[in-house]
């Protein structure tokens, strides 16, 4: 398995603001990835981060909106930019390892 | 086109068996997960097949057809504990990464006393 830590673990933000989410894993991996998971819905993908290369978006997501920076192999960041409340939600890192996901705790926000 | 199916509730007596299915349609088939998940918490793996048949974990038990694109979940002597949303994840062949995977919606498990 992996040890997933998350900062921070809840945030209310206001509108047009902007929150940076920190994934901390505790050896190195290459594969890592965000979701978002809304009230009662399930994982939405919104990247997957290689270290050494741009983050690969899935449909409907993009960089401008929220970027990822995968500075080494067990760190990333995502951003969550120019806040609407749309964007309320718990923000989930994993991580490849032993062909599986493994998921941090999580970060739940809520943008007012 | 991918596609994941499990259903979206389900109720079930403690001390009981249930069993959750899902059947999936993907362009390629390299696996199929089991994640729990409690309310307000991440989700955790329980189990993974990529050979049909049953593989036993404790309580937990997981199946898979990939001729039928079928799995199930089954759960035995049931606790409150096991309250929680069963997701259902398949890895696709074609994936650009050997860890991505496509996931159904989640089936949440009401445990009854």
């Known amino acids: 398995s992996a040890v997933i830590s998350q900062k921070p673990s809840r945030d209310i933000c206001q509108r047009g603001t902007s929150l940076t989410i920190q994934c901390q894993v505790d050896?190195?991996?290459?594969?890592m990835f965000w979701y978002r998971q809304q009230p009662g819905q399930s994982l939405t993908l919104i990247a997957t981060a290689n270290q050494g290369s741009e983050a690969t978006y899935e449909s409907g997501f993009v960089i401008d909106k929220f970027p990822i920076s995968r500075p080494n192999l067990t760190f990333s960041t995502l951003t969550v930019s120019n806040m609407s409340p749309e964007d309320s939600s718990i923000y989930l890192c994993?991580?490849?390892?032993?062909?599986?996901?493994?998921f941090g705790p999580g970060t739940r926000l809520l943008v007012l | 086109g991918q596609n994941i199916d499990q259903p979206t509730e389900m109720t079930a007596t403690e001390g009981a068996i249930v069993q959750i299915n899902c059947t999936y349609q993907?362009?390629?088939?390299?696996?199929l997960f089991w994640y729990q998940q409690h309310a307000g918490e991440a989700p955790t793996f329980l189990s993974y097949?990529?050979l049909d048949g049953l593989e036993e974990k404790g309580r937990f038990s997981s199946f898979l057809s990939r001729s039928k694109g079928y799995s199930y979940l089954l759960l035995k002597e049931l606790q409150m504990k096991d309250s929680a949303s069963y997701l259902c994840a398949v890895r696709d062949l074609l994936a650009d990464s050997n860890y991505q995977l496509i996931w159904g919606a989640g089936t949440k498990l009401i445990i009854k006393p």
């Open positions: 993907t362009s390629g088939f390299n696996g």
């Open positions: 050896s190195q991996v290459t594969m």
């Open positions: 994993s991580v490849g390892r032993e062909e599986t996901q493994y």
């Open positions: 097949n990529v």
